[in-house]
């Protein structure tokens, strides 16, 4: 095999190393970044694979173990995407320390949402630019589909803008993490595959298969295309309670389906709090479990909602009372 002169590395292992790095482009990331926004088969590969592979049910069947399983990585992923991906690497609405913040990272990249620079940089440049034609997944600029799903199947959105994210690029472990986003999503499947064979082999009515088919693709496009909602949707249906220059809305439903981010439109009015749900009433499961974090002493400092917020709040409900 070749070896390349100046890393003696071999070409084959180049090649290989650079199929999996995301951060990888031929013509250059700033190259692919100055091209137009366009619906690319290519990119769709990765979704297909993913919906494709819940039709692995008809072979495999179900089972209560593989369903159970099923909702329960849709659960902590959902925390781990509205929890670390969202409030902490995009917002930093809390403080944690270097091991945690890596095993975040980690827990979100179950998610197979790609790493958390990407996730964060995208994020913060929906903030800059809300509803705007700057924004890569506004309903009311590109249309329903566009903000749900199309926008990521353009080469465009695809690098990583780290210019967006120096307070989180310093950390080598968190790059390497953001560019081999792929490692971790396919150790989980090896691990689900295990454990359904070793359930299997043990009387339990289940099988690996049967465990991928419901743990990794059923759960994962479940969890995508409920993410993906509040790009689509949170910025169309739900009630306005602040004026944010945005559409963004508050959404029960969304946060139900979500753990807590379906109260946008409050977290536009103030994305750095850790609640989304500035309410007793308004159900926030993330922060709920933000907070016992906290109590456990994983993370803290929590940032509250200002006085000044509630009390813009309680002026605009007067107001449109008096209307």
Not at 40 to 68: D, I, N, Q
Not at 104 to 109: D, E, L, P, S, T
Not at 165 to 191: I, S, T
Not at 251 to 274: K, V, Y
């Amino acid at each position: 095999m070749e070896s390349d002169p100046q890393t003696g590395e071999g070409t084959l292992w180049r090649w290989l190393v650079r199929r999996v790095d995301s951060d990888y482009f031929p013509e250059g990331a700033e190259a692919v970044k100055r091209q137009p926004d366009r619906f690319e088969w290519k990119r769709c590969v990765p979704f297909l694979f993913l919906h494709l592979g819940c039709l692995g049910v008809a072979w495999t069947g179900w089972s209560w173990s593989a369903v159970g399983v099923a909702v329960f990585l849709y659960v902590i992923r959902m925390f781990a995407i509205t929890g670390f991906y969202h409030r902490y690497f995009s917002h930093r609405t809390f403080r944690t320390s270097r091991w945690a913040q890596f095993l975040f990272a980690v827990w979100g990249n179950l998610a197979v949402q790609r790493g958390a620079l990407w996730w964060a940089s995208v994020h913060r440049h929906h903030h800059r630019h809300s509803d705007q034609e700057e924004d890569v997944h506004s309903p009311l600029v590109s249309g329903f589909w566009w903000s749900h799903i199309g926008w990521m199947t353009s080469s465009r959105n695809f690098p990583t803008d780290y210019g967006a994210v120096k307070d989180l690029a310093k950390y080598p472990e968190l790059v390497f993490l953001n560019r081999f986003d792929m490692l971790v999503p396919l150790l989980m499947a090896g691990v689900l595959y295990g454990v359904g064979a070793i359930l299997g082999a043990n009387g339990v009515p289940t099988s690996g298969w049967q465990m991928v088919v419901w743990g990794f693709f059923i759960s994962t496009v479940v969890l995508l295309h409920g993410t993906l909602m509040i790009n689509s949707l949170a910025h169309v249906f739900g009630r306005k309670r602040f004026a944010t220059g945005d559409d963004s809305r508050n959404s029960l439903f969304l946060a139900l389906i979500t753990l807590g981010e379906g109260w946008h439109n409050n977290h536009h009015r103030f994305m750095h709090a850790a609640r989304q749900g500035f309410y007793w009433w308004e159900i926030d499961l993330t922060y709920y479990g933000l907070k016992l974090l906290s109590w456990l002493g994983v993370i803290w400092d929590l940032r509250p909602v200002p006085a000044e917020v509630y009390q813009e709040a309680k002026t605009r409900a007067g107001l449109e009372g008096a209307a």
